[in-house]
């Protein structure tokens, strides 16, 4: 009886525990705000069953720009245990979010990265697409490791190793981008979308124009004639258009200066492989070694 009564108490001990501080018998619920953050959060948990990981967004949404949360936001929201957002400005929803689930903890995983001030009159302050130079991607897969193994530490020594690895192979991406770029011919580019400083910070590039389109958004005669001259005015150098974007004022533009046209892929579509991120980049370099190299 009083054995009994003993592995009762034991029994009852554990039980509070793991409550307390192991991961419930659902599971860890942890949402990353949108693609490249879900890629990263990927590669942290690696094959912990214990740990669900969803994205927020579609992989096939973009960019969060004007991003409005739906329903099913809010329930996977609810359920959360870690809310993994880029920052930056990217999610602009995180007021609505922050009053609806004022428990909630947020990650933000460009904290620390030193950022790039948007030109005067534009909709945020900061450029947020910090994750395309791999040596800031390699700063918020940190980030991401710290709050995971905080929440779980349990699996902590996992998220450690798998995020070390994973760094790794970011700083050799970086490391190899920085070599091929020293060599291009040309460095000035034109793109469709402000995604892509941070990369140019990096690797010395120059963005000598950025022609911000909607998605849906035509270019009328009077834009695209102001955009001929500021292209030819750069030297026609390469345009270069993106996947989610369509590339109509792009065609049209090069129609009137002869610049190619490329496309940079900004990694915020694609599938979930973990290595999706520099197969993407891997890309990205090997049409920039095209483009720039061109005579
Ligand atoms: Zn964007």
């Known amino acids: 009886m009083k054995k009994k009564g003993y592995l009762a108490l034991v029994l009852c001990f554990i039980l509070c525990f793991c409550l307390g501080t192991c991961v419930s018998a659902e599971g860890g619920q942890v949402v990353a705000s949108f693609y490249p953050i879900c890629i990263f959060a990927q ?10 990981l969803s994205c927020l967004a579609s992989n096939q949404t973009g960019c969060l720009h004007d991003y409005q949360l739906v329903a099913g936001d809010m329930i996977s929201l609810s359920k959360a245990d870690l809310f993994l957002i880029n920052g930056a400005g990217m999610e602009s929803f995180l007021e609505t979010l922050s009053q609806s689930f ?76 920085k070599e091929e770029s020293a060599s291009f011919v040309h460095r000035d580019i034109v793109t469709f979308h402000e995604a892509f400083p941070y990369f140019a910070k990096a690797y010395g590039l120059n963005v000598v124009a950025v022609i911000s389109l909607e998605p849906d ?24 258009t993106e996947p989610q974007y369509p590339s109509d004022a792009a065609a049209a533009l090069a129609a009137e200066t002869g610049s190619r046209i490329y496309e940079l ?27 720039l190299n061109a005579e």
């Not at 942290?44 to 669900?52: L, Q, T």
């Not at 009328?220 to 030297?235: N, T, Y």
């Not at 579509?269 to 290595?275: I, R, V």
């Not at 197969?279 to 095209?290: D, F, H, P």
């Open 43 to 52: 590669n942290v948990i690696g094959d912990v069953p214990e740990i669900r």
């Open 102 to 177: 004022p428990d909630l903890p947020i990650v933000t995983c460009s904290e620390g990265i030193e950022l790039i001030q948007n030109p005067v009159g534009s909709e945020t302050e900061y450029n947020a697409h910090v994750w395309l130079d791999p040596s800031n991607a390699a700063v918020m897969v940190a980030h991401i490791r710290d709050a995971l193994s905080g929440r779980f530490p349990e699996y902590a020594e996992t998220f450690e190793r798998n995020a070390s690895e994973y760094i790794h192979r970011l700083m050799k991406l970086d490391t190899l981008l």
């Open 265 to 291: 892929d900004p990694v915020v579509t694609g599938d979930f492989d973990p290595d999706s991120y520099e197969k993407s980049m891997l890309k990205n370099l090997a049409i920039l070694k095209e483009a």
């Open 217 to 240: 958004e035509g270019i009328s005669p009077r834009m695209l004639s102001e955009l001929v001259v500021k292209v030819r005015e750069a030297g026609c150098p390469p345009l270069f």
